[in-house]
């Protein structure tokens, strides 16, 4: 059962690792943002990102 113990805090431990915030400075971000428009864009833009354009895909002439 220790062991397991172990296993949960490790996990714990590499999730908060690879979630912890960075400080840069002004300077950095700003040269950051010159390369990568996702810098500073809003939630919305972020999520067509990731996810793609929608496309659109016209089923009125498909067999039913």
């Known amino acids: 059962m220790r062991e397991n113990h ?3 805090f490790d996990l714990f ?6 979630a912890a915030q960075e400080e840069i400075s002004i300077q950095q ?4 943002c010159r390369e990568d428009k ?3 864009a809003s939630a919305p833009e972020r999520m067509v990102e990731a996810i ?3 496309t ?3 089923t009125s ?4």
């Not at 431990?13 to 690879?18: D, G, L």
């Open 6 to 8: 172990s296993d949960v």
């Open 13 to 18: 431990s590499e999730i908060y690792t690879n």
């Open 29 to 32: 971000y700003l040269l950051a």
């Open 38 to 40: 996702s810098m500073y």
């Open 52 to 54: 793609g354009e929608p």
């Open 56 to 58: 659109l895909i016209d």
């Open 61 to 64: 002439m498909d067999e039913r």
